[in-house]
T-cell receptor, first 117, second 111 residues
């Protein structure tokens, strides 16, 4: 199946610093990638939709200036959490859309656990 | 009413049992239905992908969709301890639409 990687898998940072998370589709090209956040024992909440070569579309309530998304190529999207605070601590998961026509499906990365001290 | 509802469990069954996991939804526009398995501290893994109503079988897993009742199910036959995970249902209107996830059901298969 399609493989999506994320880096880093875990990051601990001080409050006020910025953290960049990378999402890569390893064996397919993804014009669309998604970024989710998952708090403990809760489901995935979509943060934004990232389209290659254009601005990301953010869900209601997600600050676009705080969560910067760059989808510079068909295999790479990055999420930068700027001026991170303890309440940003969460599990961040990306997914990439693979396929064509009616068979598109999302393949998820392994996630990045962010802890802000 | 939430768009997608799922009993969070936890659900505990003995090894070899048949497991039934279910979701209900409110949006009649949903046409694409997925089941994901998520192990602790890992990303979700796609298990089943179904378009519109009907059944789909893959090994020990069977997915059922009843659009008239807005109800989907995942059956696991001969459950194994390695099936212990959280199972998330998900659905969308088109293949390009935002996917809406259920909250997940935590399953434990006891040896």
């Amino acid at each position: 199946g399609a493989v999506v990687s994320q880096h880093p898998s875990r990051v601990i940072c001080k409050s006020g610093t910025s953290v960049k998370i990378e999402c890569r589709s390893l064996d397919f090209q993804a014009t669309t990638m998604f970024w989710y956040r998952q708090f403990p024992k809760q489901s995935l909440m979509l943060m934004a939709t990232s389209n290659e070569g254009s601005k990301a579309t953010y869900e209601q309530g997600v600050e676009k200036d705080k969560f910067l998304i760059n989808h510079a190529s068909l295999t790479l999207s990055t999420l930068t959490v700027t001026s991170a605070h303890p309440e940003d601590s969460s599990f961040y998961i990306c997914s990439a859309l693979n396929g064509g026509g009616n068979t598109d499906t999302q393949y998820f990365g392994p996630g990045t656990r962010l802890t802000v001290l | 009413q939430k768009e997608v509802e799922q009993d969070p469990g936890p659900l505990s069954v003995p090894e070899g049992a048949i497991v039934s996991l279910n979701c209900t939804y409110s949006n009649s526009a949903f046409q694409y239905f997925m089941w994901y398995r998520q192990y602790s501290r890992k990303g979700p893994e796609l298990l089943m992908y179904t378009y519109s109503s009907g059944n789909k079988e893959d090994g020990r897993f069977t997915a059922q969709v009843d659009k008239s009742s807005k109800y989907i199910s995942l059956f696991i036959r001969d459950s194994q301890p390695s099936d212990s995970a959280t199972y998330l249902c998900a659905m969308s209107g088109t293949s390009y639409d935002k996917v809406i996830f259920g909250p997940g059901t935590s399953l434990s298969v006891i040896p």
